[in-house]
Structure formats: structure tokens, C-alpha cells
């Protein structure tokens, strides 16, 4: 059955990594469409830089138009308090039933997945899409991998890396990240001043 795939983050900024996820999910004939998530950043979370919401936002929709698969869905700023992964992929389900949907990780993340609010029950919620990035320990990334199967987690792990970009070295140095981001992006960010000049 083909899945719908969730793909959350900051996006702060949308920068080549991002691209790399979408291209493999498009080019994935088990995938027949992606909801680019941006998250609800919890009053707590500290950033140097944080893009507004609605800059978060239009970044993920010049993303998503050049994927045919890809939508963005804003279900997280529609509900009121924090935001927690299990919480979105319960109301997904709820929403629609009929859907087999895969939850979209990075190494990194994979790497502190028990570190998320109720964990194990979002294990059980979803299957998981885990892409290794470039500078993912892999064996790190595999005993992850192989502990979380024992747990019952449903995951398929993408050969194509991803290659390591720092959102932080983009906003602290937006003058030369040109190359980290899609032209599109950089052109929006940079008439924005969302980084500084």
C-alpha cells in the first residue's frame, strides 16, 4: 500500500539537506505523497536566530512546488500549546483512516529518538523513514536501528545520505551559504534580510 509520508522540522532555514529528503521521498514509487510539516516551535526552544512562522512557512511552499508529490500541511499551528510529534500523528490518523502513513527522521534525530515526548507510543502510532546523513556515526546509527526493530519499530532505512548542513552556520553566516541553498531560498531569505544582510 502506497504511504504518505510526514516530513516535520524547523526549517530554519530550507536548505540542501532538505532538497536531498524530498528528491529521494519523490523519486520512492512506495511514496505516493509527502506533507511538509513545518513545526510549531515550543515557547522553550532556543535558537540564535529563529525565521518567523510565516518565513518558515513560504520557505516550505517554494520547496513543495517543485515536488508534485509534496504539500505543506500546517496542521501544527492549528492547535493550541505545544506540539508534539504523537500528538500530530494521532490526529493524522484520526483524520484520515484510510492512510498508511511513515514518519520521516534523520540520522540525528534517530540517534535521541528516545529523548521525545512519549516515544514508545509513537513508535507503535507509524512506521519510520530514516535517512543517514553524511556525518551520522553509521555504526551508532544501526545499533539505533536494530534496538528500536527489537522494540517493534517499524523502520526502513534510505541508502542515500544526506549531506550534513548546519542550519546554525547558515544563519550566522548568510553571506556565504549560498551553496547550501536552493537559489529560490536564498533569494528569499536574502531579500527578506531574515538573516541579516
Not at 20 to 34: G, H, P, S, V
Not at 50 to 73: P, Q
Not at 92 to 118: E, I, R
Request: with cysteine.
Amino acid at each position: 500500500m502506497p504511504k504518505t509520508a510526514i516530513f516535520g522540522g524547523t526549517f530554519n532555514p530550507f536548505h540542501i539537506g532538505h532538497y536531498k529528503i524530498l528528491e529521494t521521498l519523490q523519486n520512492n514509487n512506495d511514496i505516493e505523497k509527502i506533507l511538509l510539516m513545518p513545526d510549531k516551535i515550543p515557547p522553550h526552544k532556543v535558537c540564535d536566530v529563529l525565521a518567523s512562522d510565516e518565513e518558515r512557512i513560504e520557505m516550505c511552499k517554494l520547496a513543495a512546488a517543485d515536488f508534485d508529490k509534496t504539500e505543506v500541511c500546517l496542521i501544527e499551528f492549528k492547535r493550541e500549546g505545544r506540539s508534539y510529534s504523537v500528538d500530530t500523528v494521532k490526529e493524522l490518523k484520526h483524520k484520515y483512516p484510510d492512510t498508511d502513513f511513515t514518519f520521516v527522521l534523520g540520522g540525528d534525530m534517530l540517534v535521541f529518538f528516545d529523548k521525545w515526548y512519549k516515544y514508545e507510543e509513537l513508535m507503535k502510532l507509524i512506521s519510520f523513514t530514516a535517512f543517514l546523513r553524511t556525518d551520522t556515526d553509521e555504526a551508532e546509527f544501526f545499533n539505533c536501528v536494530n534496538r528500536y526493530r527489537k522494540m517493534g519499530m517499524k523502520i526502513e532505512v534510505i541508502e542515500d545520505k544526506i549531506p550534513d548542513v548546519s542550519s546554525t552556520k547558515i544563519r550566522n553566516d548568510f553571506s556565504n551559504s549560498k551553496p547550501l541553498l536552493n537559489e529560490k531560498i536564498y533569494n528569499f531569505l536574502k531579500s527578506r534580510r531574515v538573516y541579516g544582510e
